[in-house]
C-alpha cells in the first residue's frame, strides 16, 4: 500500500522536526535547527533497515518516491512565491556567489581525488 | 470572471498542481528546443518560477488573485516533505563504503560553499549574521538556502536571493562539468562520488555527470543527495554560530 510509503515518511518528518525544535530550543532561537537534514538522515537508516529486513515492498516505497518526484514541482511553486522585486537589487551578489562559490568547489576535486585513489590502493 | 477567480482561490492547491506542471512543460520543451538540453528543464522551471514571482508582489505569483494557492504548494510544509523524500536514493552502506573521504567531502564542500558565497554577500552588503548565513547556504544548494533562512527567519528578499544563487549554481555545474571532467579527474565512481560530495547541487551533478559519462550518475547523485542533508544540518546550526560570533 503507497500509504504505508507516505506514512514512514509522515514519521520521519514529524521526528526530524521535533529534534530540530528541540536543538533550536537547546539555543534559545525560535526556529528549527536541522530538521530536515534529521529527518532525511531517518528515513536512510530506516529505508536500509526495513530493505535488509525484507519489510518494504516496491508498493510502499512508491509511495515515498511519488513525492521525492515531486520536490522540483515543489520548488518551482517555491520561486514563483518570492520576493523576487525586492532580491533583484541583489542581483550580482547571486551571480557572484553562484559563480565563485561553484568554482571554489570543482577547485577541490582533485584533491580529494587524490585521497581515494590512496584508500583504493591501501586496501 | 469573478465567480472563476472565487473558484480558483477555493480550489487553490489543485491549480496550483496545473500551473506548475504547465510552467514545467514549457521549460522542459524550452531546454530540450532551445538549448539542446544542455541547460536542465528543472533550472529553466525554477529560474521561470523566479521572473514570473517578480511580476507579482510581496509574496510573488500567491500575491495575485486565484494564485494563492501556489503559496502552499511553496510552502514550506510540501517542501520540507518533499526533500526528505528524495534522501530514500541513498544507501548508507554505499557513504560507509568510501570511508572517511566521502564525510570529510560533504563537510567540506558545505563550508567552503557556505564561507565562499557568504563573503561575497558580505562584501556586497549584507553584513549582518542572518543574511550573511541564508546567502552562504544557497551557495550549498538551493533547497539548503530556504531551509537555512526559514529556520534564521531571514526575510524573503535574501531568501529569494539564496534560491537565485542555488539555480546559478546548478546551471554552473551542469554547463561546467562536462568540459571540466576530464581534467578534475571525473572517470571513475569514487572521483564522482567525491565530486558529487563537494558540489552538492543534486539536479546540477546530475545534469552534469550525464553529460559526461551517464555510468557516473548514480554515484555522483548519491553523495550530492547528502550534501543537502549536511547542508541543512550545518548551515542554520554550527555554521551560522560561527558567523555570529564574528558578525557581532
Redesign the interface.
Known amino acids: 500500500m503507497k500509504i504505508y510509503g507516505v506514512a514512514i515518511?509522515?514519521v520521519?518528518?514529524l521526528a526530524?522536526?521535533i529534534l530540530?525544535d528541540l536543538?533550536?530550543r537547546a539555543?534559545h532561537?525560535?526556529?528549527?535547527?536541522?530538521?530536515?537534514?534529521?529527518?532525511?538522515?531517518l528515513?536512510?537508516?530506516l529505508?536500509?533497515r526495513f530493505n535488509k529486513k525484507k519489510m518494504i515492498t516496491a508498493e510502499t516505497?512508491s509511495g515515498?518516491?511519488?513525492?521525492?518526484s515531486?520536490?522540483?514541482?515543489?520548488?518551482?511553486?517555491?520561486?514563483?512565491?518570492?520576493?523576487?522585486?525586492?532580491?533583484?537589487?541583489?542581483?550580482?551578489?547571486?551571480?557572484?556567489?553562484?559563480?565563485?562559490?561553484?568554482a571554489?568547489?570543482?577547485a577541490?576535486?582533485?584533491v580529494?581525488?587524490r585521497?581515494?585513489?590512496k584508500?583504493?590502493n591501501a586496501s | 470572471m469573478n465567480e472563476l477567480v472565487k473558484l480558483l482561490d477555493k480550489n487553490g492547491l489543485v491549480f496550483a498542481f496545473l500551473v506548475v506542471g504547465v510552467i514545467i512543460w514549457l521549460s522542459y520543451l524550452v531546454s530540450k528546443k532551445l538549448t539542446n538540453g544542455r541547460i536542465p528543464g528543472a533550472a529553466i522551471a525554477i529560474s521561470a518560477g523566479l521572473v514570473i514571482a517578480y511580476f507579482g508582489g510581496e509574496k510573488g505569483l500567491a500575491s495575485v488573485p486565484a494564485f494563492s494557492g501556489m503559496a502552499l504548494l511553496g510552502g514550506s510544509m510540501l517542501r520540507d516533505f518533499s526533500i526528505v523524500a528524495t534522501a530514500m536514493g541513498a544507501s548508507f552502506e554505499e557513504i560507509k563504503k568510501t570511508g572517511w573521504v566521502g564525510l570529510a567531502v560533504l563537510v567540506m564542500g558545505t563550508v567552503v560553499a557556505f564561507f565562499a558565497g557568504g563573503s561575497i554577500g558580505y562584501a556586497m552588503g549584507y553584513t549582518d549574521a542572518t543574511s550573511f548565513a541564508t546567502i552562504g547556504a544557497g551557495a550549498c544548494t538551493f533547497i539548503v538556502g530556504p531551509v537555512t533562512g526559514s529556520a534564521l527567519g531571514a526575510s524573503s528578499d535574501v531568501i529569494a536571493i539564496s534560491i537565485a544563487i542555488g539555480v546559478i549554481k546548478s546551471v554552473t555545474v551542469t554547463i561546467a562539468t562536462p568540459f571540466l571532467a576530464k581534467r578534475l579527474g571525473i572517470d571513475n565512481p569514487q572521483t564522482a562520488m567525491v565530486f558529487g560530495g563537494l558540489v552538492g547541487s543534486t539536479s546540477g551533478v546530475s545534469a552534469g555527470l550525464a553529460a559526461t559519462d551517464v555510468k557516473l550518475v548514480p554515484y555522483g547523485a548519491l553523495t550530492a543527495t547528502f550534501h543537502t542533508a549536511v547542508g541543512c544540518l550545518l548551515c542554520p546550526s554550527i555554521l551560522y554560530f560561527i558567523v555570529q560570533s564574528f558578525l557581532h
Not at chain 1, 532561537?29 to 538522515?41: D, E, K, Q
Not at chain 1, 520548488?75 to 559563480?99: D, K, P
Open positions: 515518511l509522515a520521519c518528518f526530524g522536526h530540530g536543538l533550536g539555543f532561537l525560535t526556529g528549527n535547527l536541522g530538521g530536515v537534514g534529521f529527518a532525511m538522515l528515513l536512510i537508516l529505508h536500509d516505497e515515498i518516491l511519488f513525492w521525492g515531486i520536490y522540483i514541482p515543489v520548488v518551482v511553486a517555491m520561486s514563483a512565491t518570492q520576493n523576487v522585486r525586492a532580491a533583484v537589487s541583489g542581483g550580482w551578489v547571486a551571480i557572484l556567489a553562484g559563480i565563485l562559490g561553484t571554489a568547489c570543482f577541490l576535486v582533485p580529494f581525488a585521497f581515494t585513489h584508500t583504493r
